[in-house]
């Protein structure tokens, strides 16, 4: 079975750019999570869906941050415009339903904002 | 407050040596309790599951929770090398929503 994949792996920008980031879960998994996790912290989380619908996102900083999934598949994170803070690790996960113990996360996309 | 604490580290022990772990939660609402392993540049993996209170033992791992005291643990038996890695906890309340630690680096030297 495949895991999750995400691009870009890294990925350098100045601040005020923009910048976005794919994720592809695992097939068949309707649940779909967004996590920052900077440098020294664990994961937090910015978005969940389920299938194509938002389930949560109230700590998404909505003013910089959105984020979609078409098809209840793929989903694309972005970011403008990028801030220093902004700096971190993306981090995707999914899993097949909303449960304890079924989340898989992809490698994550590094981003540095300079 | 933060609402799950967590030892940074690191934590250096010899090889063969038993490895503790822990986490301390100040919300009672915590239902389900998670380890992950995370290596260098990866995503982190599930290490272990557990709900409520109670021990839980997987080969070299076992996990503890103590709702009373809102402290988690997880120990390593006979570590390994490869057993160095950032160990998170995290938990979960009714909706599901994951709270992590800030993990802890572990170093087996060989």
């Known amino acids: 079975e495949a895991g999750v994949a995400q691009s870009p792996r890294y990925k350098i920008i100045e601040k005020r750019q923009s910048v976005a980031f794919w994720c592809n879960p695992i097939?068949?998994?309707?649940?779909l999570y967004w996590y920052q996790q900077i440098l020294g912290q664990g994961p937090k989380l910015l978005i969940q869906f389920q299938n194509n619908g938002v389930v949560d996102d109230s700590q998404l900083p909505k003013d910089r941050f959105s984020a979609e999934r078409l098809k209840g598949v793929d989903s694309t994170l972005k970011i403008q415009p990028a801030k220093l803070e902004d700096s971190a690790v993306y981090l995707c996960?999914?899993?097949?339903?909303?449960?304890?113990?079924?989340?898989?996360f992809g490698p994550g996309t590094r981003l540095t904002v300079l | 407050q933060k609402e799950v604490e967590q030892d940074p580290g690191p934590l250096s022990v010899p090889e063969g040596a038993i490895v503790s772990l822990n986490c301390t939660y100040s919300?009672?609402?915590?239902?389900?309790f998670m380890w992950y392993r995370q290596y260098s540049r990866k995503g982190p993996e599930l290490l272990m599951y557990?709900?409520?209170?109670g021990n839980k033992e997987d080969g070299r791992f076992t996990a503890q929770v103590d709702k009373s005291s809102k402290y988690i643990s997880l120990f390593i038996r006979d570590s390994q090398p490869s057993d160095s890695a950032t160990y998170l906890c995290a938990m979960m309340d009714s909706s599901y929503k994951l709270i992590f630690g800030s993990g802890t680096r572990l170093l087996v030297r060989p």
């Open positions: 557990t709900y409520s209170s």
């Open positions: 996960a999914s899993s097949p339903l909303r449960g304890a113990d079924t989340q898989y």
């Open positions: 097939s068949g998994h309707a649940t």
């Open positions: 919300n009672s609402a915590f239902q389900y």
